[in-house]
């Protein structure tokens, strides 16, 4: 099993700060196969980010993905407050398609 | 407007069974589609995926000889018969598509499942 660890836990920022989301993962994974997904509070999961680096549609330039093998990123450049929520990563290159544990974002 | 709408959640004893339900609407049932659960409080787990045509069918450890996953591409539904239900099945659960070989794209809002006596 893929096991996919988040950092930091808690990050916490103020609207208009760039904020950096890590993902590393136990073992190589296609960056064919990476997605960042957002989450807030009572809702679903939101597609960011498939393939490491592609926004899914709709999603702001202001979310973007990198990395590749064990090491991924999520960079949101200009924070707005929409944006505080639970991000998630997830590969699904092999099965079972793991989830990271979750990056809390939270208004400094 | 493309959505899926899920169903079945609710209150059972531990050992009991449950049949969730997800309605699709908007597109055709023609894509992967996959159960993903949060129990409360916590992160994502993976629970199950099942392809366009149903030849291949994947779980994840926690429900392997438990839970069924299976659909109705007729009738654009997806399901999952949750049988053998423990206290640790408690959570929302959500059906989410994925387009071959990529991410959920398209989530439902997730029903709620409580497995206690």
């Known amino acids: 099993e893929i096991v996919l660890t988040q950092s930091p836990g808690t990050l916490s920022l103020s609207p208009g700060e760039r904020a950096t989301l890590s993902c590393r993962a136990s073992q190589s994974v296609s960056s064919r196969y990476l997605a960042w997904y957002q989450q807030k509070p009572g809702q679903a999961p939101r597609l960011l980010i498939y393939?490491?680096?592609s926004r899914a549609t709709g999603i702001p330039d202001r979310f973007s993905g990198s990395g590749s093998g064990t090491d991924f990123t999520l960079t949101i450049s200009r924070l707005e407050p929409e944006d505080f929520a639970v991000y998630y990563c997830?590969?699904?290159?092999?099965?079972?398609?793991?989830f990271g544990q979750g990056t809390k974002l939270e208004i400094k | 407007e493309v959505q899926l709408v899920e169903s079945g959640g609710g209150l059972v004893k531990p050992g009991g069974s449950l049949r969730l339900s997800c309605a699709a609407s908007?597109?055709?049932?023609?894509?992967?589609m996959n159960w993903v659960r949060q129990a409360p409080g916590k992160g994502l787990e993976w629970v199950s995926s099942i392809s366009s045509s149903s030849d291949h069918i994947y779980y994840g450890d926690s429900v392997k000889g438990r839970f069924i996953i299976s659909r109705d591409n007729a009738e654009n539904s997806l399901y999952l018969q949750m049988n053998s239900l423990r206290a640790e099945d408690t959570a929302v659960y959500y059906c989410a598509r994925s387009p071959p070989q990529d991410a959920f794209d398209i989530w439902g809002q997730g029903t709620m499942v409580t497995v206690s006596s």
């Open positions: 997830q590969q699904y290159d092999k099965i079972p398609k793991t």
């Open positions: 908007g597109f055709t049932l023609s894509y992967s």
């Open positions: 393939g490491a680096s």
